[in-house]
């Protein structure tokens, strides 16, 4: 027998640990009511229906999730027939986007099966549908690959993941030198789910991360791009970025930061970590913090050790020389992932007001049109994280005063005798 044709009967008699409702820690005032909605209606019309992925981790951790996927043994043409408000997505395999109110999108995929161990190409075509065994075989982690089962509120695990999920362990499902090889964005994802839960990577897993960072450059630089914002905007940016470090993952994505980040001791690295960690408990208090902020904080450490190397004049001058630097530097330092355009673009512009800051005069304000510009709150943003008061700078210092504007007095000119002639 050959090897596919062994795997393809170890898949077929793979058998599920169920888990009943009494045994776990899953309620339904968990799951987000529309993704219940769903569901419903697909176990209602005879089909599987499985809360699967993230939605499950993160409930069964205590955690609130930030969107539910769902998965069926019904074909997107009969899940489409199912929601009138809903599309068919995707190219490497189709989706269903069930929308609602509020722009909320339930994502609803049908069960399908890994590509053969054997086959070493990269992202590969899979759209073949499967099983359920096998959709939980071709997840990226065990703890991402536990199901719901709406039809009797039991999960369904294939793969030892609630084992993992208690023992803190970031495990890839089956060989992880080839899971990473076929997709090497499951790099990142190891890595940022180790960071935000605190688990600890296995040692097969660590391997293959470390293997194939190198890797993440035969992948969509869109795919790149998103999954790293998602790290730096996920609420354990700081963790993340010190695991990124120890397993070099952080280099192979942004090669520009080794000979700063790279030392053990590096001062560069500890203050990125001390930026970000700013922005992981505004955004743990419900407060938003737009990309360019998050990016300037992770170059600004570089950036201020580059500036030592300039020569700014003093004044007016030296703040033009300043923002036209940064225009030069930062894009510099990003270049190895493509940035969003017009999230380059703002955080140019951010980081060039820093001059009004770093090059101060005294009895300095700031000018009006600087003030008027559209992007000058998020400045203002920027210095906060910073320690700085950029929106403050033109205010009097504590005990002073304001000196009052003098009015000037208009001459009144005498009203001219209407007797009298011109002359």
Not at 283 to 307: R, T
Request: charge should be positive; proline fraction near 6%.
């Amino acid at each position: 027998m050959s090897s596919s044709a062994v795997q393809a009967s170890e898949k077929s008699t793979l058998q599920a640990t169920i888990i009943p409702r009494p045994e776990h820690t899953i309620s339904r005032k968990a799951i987000d009511s529309d993704a219940l909605k769903v569901l419903y209606r697909l176990h209602s019309h005879g089909f599987l229906a499985y809360l699967v992925g993230g939605g499950v981790r993160d409930v069964l951790l205590g955690r609130k999730p930030k969107d539910f996927d769902v998965a069926t043994d019904a074909r997107p043409s009969e899940v489409r027939k199912l929601f009138r408000n809903s599309r068919i997505i995707g190219k490497r395999f189709r989706l269903i986007q069930v929308f609602f109110r509020g722009g909320k999108i339930i994502e609803v995929s049908t069960f399908r099966r890994p590509a053969e161990e054997d086959d070493s190409e990269v992202l590969s075509e899979n759209n073949t549908f499967g099983t359920p065994a096998e959709d939980a075989l071709r997840r990226d982690l065990t703890i991402n690959a536990l199901f719901y089962n709406i039809a009797d509120y039991s999960v369904v695990d294939y793969v030892d993941g609630l084992a993992d999920l208690k023992a803190g362990r970031i495990r890839a499902v089956g060989n992880a030198d080839v899971r990473f090889r076929r997709d090497p964005v499951r790099v990142l994802r190891a890595v940022r789910h180790a960071a935000r839960t605190g688990f600890t990577l296995t040692p097969d897993t660590l391997e293959a991360v470390r293997e194939h960072r190198g890797d993440l450059c035969l992948c969509p630089t869109s795919r790149v791009r998103d999954e790293l914002m998602r790290d730096l905007k996920g609420g354990a940016a700081a963790a993340w970025l010190e695991l990124a470090h120890d397993t070099g993952v952080l280099y192979s994505l942004l090669p520009t930061l080794e000979p700063y980040f790279g030392p053990q001791d590096s001062p560069e690295r500890a203050r990125a970590v001390e930026l970000l960690s700013q922005v992981d408990k505004s955004l743990a208090q419900g407060k938003d913090v737009e990309e360019a902020v998050v990016l300037c904080l992770l170059f600004w450490p570089v950036l201020e050790i580059l500036a030592q190397e300039q020569e700014f004049a003093p004044g007016r001058q030296g703040r033009s020389q300043w923002a036209l630097w940064v225009r030069e530097a930062l894009p510099a330092l990003a270049e190895p992932v493509a940035f969003a355009k017009r999230i380059m673009e703002r955080a140019c512009q951010i980081a060039g007001l820093m001059g009004f800051v770093k090059l101060a005069t005294p009895g300095q304000a700031l000018p009006k049109k600087v003030v008027a510009r559209g992007y000058y709150p998020v400045a203002c943003e920027l210095a906060h994280f910073l320690g700085w008061d950029l929106d403050g700078m033109g205010s009097p210092g504590p005990g002073k005063t304001s000196p009052k504007r003098r009015r000037r007095r208009r001459r009144r000119r005498k009203p001219r005798n209407k007797s009298e002639s011109p002359s």
